[in-house]
């Protein structure tokens, strides 16, 4: 792991950094309100693994099935990511090291039994709800 004691960066761009949330961004609350309108139930911001440090944004547990909201920015997006220009070395780790993350994160997920279904920031809820709905009622159909 690589740590950055100080970066080179302005106070428009550490105050917009500080603002971002990592729990109930608007599209995640949008594609749970898509999905409880469409009588799914689920518990939110669960770890569906005993162990592991990772958090799925929605769980539904006896399916299976963990649903992660992922950020365009923050897990580099193939159709949105932006690289930054200004410490350009330090988030092209960070990023990196996330998507390498996303993926052990499903892996380990898979070997447990657990379907993992990624959403991007960029998608539509209700297309993304259909597509987890779908996730859900198959897992629970092969019981």
Avoid at 6 to 23: C, H, N, P
Avoid at 68 to 77: I, L, N, R, S, T
Wanted: hydrophobic residues 40%; glycine residues 6%.
């Amino acid at each position: 792991m690589v740590y950055v004691t100080s970066l080179t960066t302005t106070d428009a761009t550490r105050a917009r950094m500080s603002r971002q949330r990592s729990k109930d961004t608007g599209v995640e609350v949008a594609l749970r309100r898509v999905l409880h309108g469409m009588g799914l139930r689920y518990r939110v911001h669960r770890r569906p693994l005993k162990g592991i440090r990772r958090e799925a944004d929605v769980v539904f547990g006896p399916a299976k099935v963990a649903v992660y909201v992922d950020g365009c920015f923050w897990h580099g997006c193939p159709v949105h990511a932006t690289w930054p220009k200004r410490n350009a070395e330090f988030w092209k780790t960070k990023i990196e090291g996330n998507r390498t993350r996303d993926a052990d994160t499903d892996r380990r997920m898979a070997e447990a039994g657990w379907l993992v279904v990624r959403v991007w920031e960029h998608e539509d809820a209700a297309t993304a709800a259909a597509r987890v709905r779908e996730a859900v009622i198959a897992r629970r159909a092969a019981g």
